[in-house]
């Protein structure tokens, strides 16, 4: 690595940002944290206040989304909260690493967009991120299913990053695995990586399965279709927002329906980290060649 | 399959035995429940006292172990306590299915060895029984553990039935995967398999894994390996009884470990009965034949 | 599957056409066979002229590339030059699949364009024979080369499908794998995937290798390189058209370079032809739905 | 490593021992040729006469089998022949490693059984060996069956170490897989890797496959079962001496049968001369320690 950058503050965040703090100060810069009241201390790296540690650093990472609907920066530990107007000033001549990048902007008239990086606009951030949130899926199935993966019934609905990676990692048990799609490419790729293709559209001709999958961002488990193919099954849902379920319709046919958010923070915070790292790394790179 | 038991008594046990009790009712055969007060009913099966289940089966399927130290069946679902002499007189005209025969003759004078199978002493049921462990200890790791398997600096100690299952489930996460054995053939197919190859007195000379599970039978995880190779370490240590680490050094050093026991019964008790199922079916079927 | 199409001529092509014959007729369509004088005869399947073929089918199916640079479509089974001019008249009225439809249109002016389709354009077609190529680079691989897989030192270059596909079948060698790319997220990727990731500006900085397989569509493997990672190495360059090698400097160095063109025809035609007729197939359930 | 052996002398063999001299001269220490004629020179390594070699030499290493049924050891690379009987005098003194010792003590008498070591015997040898056999036949496979191996219904019979290995690898280009075995705990190890498991009784109540691999000992694809499952297969039969296929019903039936012997030597020799010199690095270890 070679870039220009010697001083990071961390602003904000969970435990995802005390491992990226950990880890860059382990790579031998200097890490300051802010909004962090709660940390007293941690090896190698300063625990300051939010605008000290922006005015001594030469670029500033917020955490994913970097500021809330109210416009204050998330902040696990910390009893305080942290407006992003009142840290304008102090971040309006620093470089800066977000992510949803919109959300800042719309807080703030000080900053210069060209001055901040929104990780989470990358390809190489978005994927890392997708596998993490896959092992995570995998995680939670082995914990709550009461078999084995190894020959489970499985269907994983949707084939995008987290659906690719779920299959990868789910072929490893030998599970009975179907996966559904749309594309006519995603289907032939499914068939190829060993599973059974259906298409989206043909869900609700299968039969029972024992866990499932869903990451596609719509309303796909009404209750006909739960009816038919859920009702024995480990529901868990990785669509953001508003999900992928109709949680009333599942609790009254007693389905186990689990709303997985935020996995990459809640189950592998440590990887989560290095990857906010690694990409505010590439970023600085990048420019630097 | 084809034999002649129809009517199956399932005395004492815990959630596997449910299990296995569904499934061979689901396959045809009628089965009987003793030793399950707190089971109220169960579709398809009957819950009658444990004299009762006896008389009207053709066999028998009792736990693993059979019979506790003092002389009682395991049975998780009642609040009774069940002496295996007081069904002695019923049981020894039975076919009988066990874990671990010996404890069971030790209590009893009237049974007749011929008509006992310990399951536990088949190959087949202590393979299936050992993958199912190494899910178990993966789940473990993946809820414990701050990162993702995936780059994980991962040691796995012995390549017997379970170190071989680990080291196949583990590859399909791509760790950084270190396995250790004594035996030349193990080494060789521990390097086939794609992971580091080291010789168990070798381990003092590693460096330190952010995982490491223990499935070697004997003290291994002494303070001084600890120091060098676990200080970061989720320690998951397989070894039934007495276990191979030293739960004091490890406390003292600050070292997260958990002694991992009788995980099929615990992880995935769906497929822990089915496993004593099919291997009461394969027993019949082989005679029949 | 459902359509309307009942009869297919297949004009022209190699061993993928009488595959694919032979797979449409098995589904219970009827098949002619146009341009294939030396086969006599096929179970199932009529051989008539070409221009009899065609005006007996509903669909005309056509060779990848449908034509060559002088006009005639490719037919291996045929002594005969077939002339896409003198077919023209007879193929205005059919529906028409073929593989590189503008050489198609180039030679003719009745065509209508609307009712081509060319499968060659189609991402389950190229995903699907880029499959078929990463087993058959595999395949000349493990013939060729004097040790195994597994173990040995292997590059790809490029990270594309055929890559892609190259680096998840190796995986299952376990070799020592090292695969180069420029963008960031497939660098994520390659990690992910378990394997060594290095940017493709950085390539003369490694090691010999023992097998490489090149897969990027620029004159990569100049003298230099090859004199600093490939003299040892088997070298199969995958890449259409010049290929990604300097073969002049390959032969001065002694280095074992071969351009493997057209893998899927060559290695396995079979699965070649199945999907040719499993993308005409998608194409008419699309139309049909 | 660390042992006493300074200077290896490798008498007779073939491209396997070509391999493994330059391999053990690459680690440093001094290796003769004997027996190998055509070898004019090579670098690093010496080329003597047989007598020579063994005199100058530390340890002798024989190939495998070492002396045929006349008493010459085998010798790709030299016109003449070498008797055992002449060499005897000069071997008494030395220490010897060879493939199937008890041939060699049956032609001498001046040899101390005791200075003989057979890496035949020994499981890490063999292990190795099935491993390199398993490649070599799935390699073969790829050459030969005009279709990919993904999605190919392909059949392996028996779940010895060879089927073990061609299990593993094979469920990397996600085949539909079927294995054949005896034993109740092989049965079970078949499903959990992931394939359809079948008693090698049962082998008649199946359908016809594209791909055969058989690997035990003994004439199982006689008339009958042929005509049933393999009229349309690439049968490769991996067993030893006679094999396992009545290769006259098979040339009646038109069917495909290929008797592979001897792969590792054939399709990797370089992989199977490191396998000889690991195996006795690990011997001389043994008695190092």
Redesign the interface.
Same mark, same amino acid.
């Given at each position: 690595m070679s870039f220009d950058c010697k001083t990071f503050a961390i602003i904000g965040g969970d435990?995802r940002q005390l491992?990226c703090a950990r880890q860059i100060a382990d790579d031998g810069y200097e890490v300051i944290l802010g909004g962090f009241d709660k940390v007293l201390s941690m090896r190698g790296v300063s625990v300051l206040s939010e605008i000290e540690a922006i005015e001594k650093s030469d670029a500033v990472i917020l955490p994913l989304p970097c500021v809330d609907k109210d416009g204050y920066i998330p902040s696990a530990f910390s009893d305080k909260k942290i407006s992003i107007k009142e840290l304008e000033p102090y971040l309006c001549t620093k470089r800066i690493f977000c992510g949803m990048k919109d959300k800042l902007l719309s807080f703030t008239k000080l900053l210069n967009p060209l001055m901040i990086n929104d990780y989470y606009e990358?390809?190489?951030f978005v994927? &890392?991120n997708a596998?993490?949130t896959a092992?995570g899926a995998?995680?939670i199935a082995?914990?709550k299913? $009461?078999?084995?993966?190894?020959?489970a019934k499985i269907l994983v609905c949707g084939f995008g990053r987290i659906g690719k990676?779920l299959v990868?990692?789910l072929?490893?048990?030998?599970p009975d695995l179907t996966v559904s799609a749309r594309?006519?490419?995603d289907?032939?790729?499914i068939?190829?990586?060993?599973a059974k293709a259906v298409h989206t559209r043909e869900l609700l001709t299968l039969d029972k399965f024992d866990i499932i999958f869903s990451t596609v961002p719509s309303m796909i488990f009404e209750c006909d279709l739960m009816a038919k193919i859920a009702t024995d099954a480990l529901l868990i849902d990785l669509a953001s927002a508003k999900g992928s379920v109709d949680y009333e319709a599942a609790k009254r046919l007693g389905i186990d329906a689990i709303h997985a958010l935020s996995l990459p923070g809640k189950? &592998?915070?440590?990887?989560a980290g290095?990857i906010i790292k690694?990409t505010v790394y590439?970023i600085l790179e $990048?420019e630097h060649r």
């Open positions: 435990k491992y990358r390809e190489d994927l &890392a596998y993490v092992e995998i995680s082995m914990e299913f $009461e078999g084995t993966l190894n020959g990676a990868t990692l072929k490893g048990f030998n594309k006519p490419q289907l032939t790729a068939r190829i990586a060993g189950s &592998a915070p440590k990887t290095k690694d590439t $990048e």
